[in-house]
């Protein structure tokens, strides 16, 4: 599943070639893909005509585009297009002789128009996903609790409802890290589980969690409520720069079911300590890299640098 920094390349993406644009066609070709959508693919379509996409914003794995308000108008946005990736959604951007591309995953095409016609000319939208667990959703905006932005992207304080649970991520600069570090402590669980709860702290997943207990040498079984402060703010201090890093390679790219909106690969995956290493010798002490399975998917530690506790706690 496409974690932050993967979605922040996607987002950034349409930052710089789709907002401003106008909606002009929007096309259904698979109903599921949007089946968070109150009004069903033609409502979804009906929302989104004529309408002005403002602004790119990310919180944690979800991405939305603001729909800039009617001219004269005196509020804010009241309403977002709003995307979850899911396991392997795709936000392509095709302009050109591109848009005869049409990949059999293709699910929503939304066609978009600039008003510098000469510069961008026709240009689409498109979400392609094989497994199809994301989705595209038009949404109402509500505002947030503490008045910060919503996410990265936007000054606009407000999130669409769907998204006002998720935590904020380690990357947002309206995180309040000593919150994040107290909501961990008080958990009664093991410390990668906390760390993939969206509610705490939003857009870690699997790679990048086990990447950031290995660099801060604690076990993913370890007990939450063991964890002493210095120890939780430095476990989020090793999940942000794993992921900072991984950002500035365009995220990690396993296969063709991660791009970015140009169709263009992460390569991250080159720098993996452990995410994917069985076998091979931890990069710190030269011990085999351990798998074990964990809530239906993987963990990869070091025995050596991540001694498992007995019973979750020292």
Same mark, same amino acid.
């Given at each position: 599943m496409?974690?932050?920094?993967?979605?922040?390349?996607v987002?950034?993406?349409?930052?710089r070639?789709?907002?401003?644009?106008?909606?002009v066609?929007v096309?259904?070709?698979?109903?599921?893909?949007?089946?968070?959508?109150?009004?069903?693919?033609a409502?979804?379509?009906d929302?989104l005509?004529?309408q002005?996409?403002?602004?790119?914003?990310r919180?944690?794995?979800f991405?939305?585009?603001?729909?800039?308000p009617?001219?004269?108008?005196?509020?804010?946005p009241?309403?977002a297009?709003?995307?979850h990736?899911?396991?392997?959604g795709?936000?392509?951007?095709?302009?050109?002789v591109?848009?005869?591309?049409r990949?059999?995953?293709?699910?929503?095409?939304v066609?978009?128009?600039h008003?510098?016609?000469?510069?961008?000319?026709?240009?689409?939208?498109?979400?392609?996903?094989?497994r199809t667990?994301?989705h $595209?959703?038009?949404?109402?905006?509500?505002? +947030?609790?503490?008045?910060a932005? #919503? *996410?990265?992207?936007? !000054?606009?304080?407000? =999130?669409?409802a769907?998204?006002?649970?998720?935590?904020?991520?380690?990357l947002?600069?309206?995180?309040?890290?000593?919150d994040?570090v107290?909501?961990?402590?008080?958990?009664?669980?093991?410390?990668?589980?906390?760390?993939?709860?969206?509610?705490?702290?939003?857009?870690?997943?699997?790679?990048?969690?086990?990447?950031?207990?290995?660099?801060?040498?604690?076990?993913?079984?370890?007990?939450?409520?063991?964890?002493r402060?210095?120890?939780?703010?430095?476990? $989020?201090?090793a999940?942000a720069?794993v992921? +900072?890093?991984?950002?500035?390679? #365009? *995220?990690?790219?396993? !296969?063709a079911?991660? =791009?970015?909106?140009?169709?263009?690969?992460?390569?991250?995956?080159?720098?993996?300590?452990?995410?994917g290493?069985?076998?091979?010798?931890?990069?710190?002490?030269?011990?085999?890299?351990?798998?074990?399975?964990?809530?239906n998917?993987?963990?990869?530690?070091c025995?050596?640098?991540?001694?498992?506790?007995?019973?979750?706690?020292?």
């Amino acid at each position: 599943m496409p974690e932050l920094p993967e979605v922040e390349t996607v987002r950034d993406g349409l930052a710089r070639h789709v907002v401003g644009a106008r909606v002009v066609d929007v096309e259904v070709l698979r109903d599921y893909s949007v089946r968070r959508h109150e009004g069903g693919p033609a409502g979804f379509r009906d929302e989104l005509l004529g309408q002005r996409l403002g602004a790119a914003v990310r919180r944690g794995k979800f991405l939305w585009l603001p729909l800039e308000p009617a001219a004269g108008s005196v509020d804010g946005p009241a309403a977002a297009l709003l995307a979850h990736l899911g396991m392997s959604g795709q936000l392509l951007v095709r302009s050109g002789v591109a848009l005869a591309d049409r990949s059999p995953h293709l699910r929503v095409r939304v066609v978009l128009e600039h008003d510098d016609r000469t510069a961008y000319g026709a240009q689409a939208l498109d979400f392609v996903d094989q497994r199809t667990f994301g989705h $595209l959703s038009v949404q109402d905006l509500v505002p +947030t609790p503490d008045g910060a932005p #919503g *996410g990265l992207g936007s !000054d606009l304080a407000a =999130v669409p409802a769907p998204v006002a649970h998720i935590g904020r991520d380690l990357l947002d600069p309206s995180l309040r890290r000593a919150d994040v570090v107290d909501a961990i402590r008080r958990r009664r669980t093991g410390v990668k589980r906390a760390l993939l709860d969206q509610t705490v702290v939003s857009g870690v997943g699997n790679i990048y969690a086990d990447e950031a207990l290995w660099r801060a040498r604690l076990h993913y079984a370890r007990a939450t409520d063991t964890l002493r402060r210095p120890e939780a703010h430095r476990l $989020l201090d090793a999940a942000a720069e794993v992921m +900072t890093e991984a950002l500035a390679q #365009g *995220g990690t790219s396993f !296969d063709a079911l991660y =791009v970015n909106v140009n169709g263009q690969s992460g390569y991250f995956s080159r720098s993996l300590a452990v995410y994917g290493q069985e076998g091979e010798p931890c990069p710190r002490c030269g011990t085999p890299v351990r798998r074990d399975e964990f809530m239906n998917r993987s963990s990869y530690t070091c025995p050596r640098c991540q001694p498992r506790p007995r019973n979750g706690r020292w």
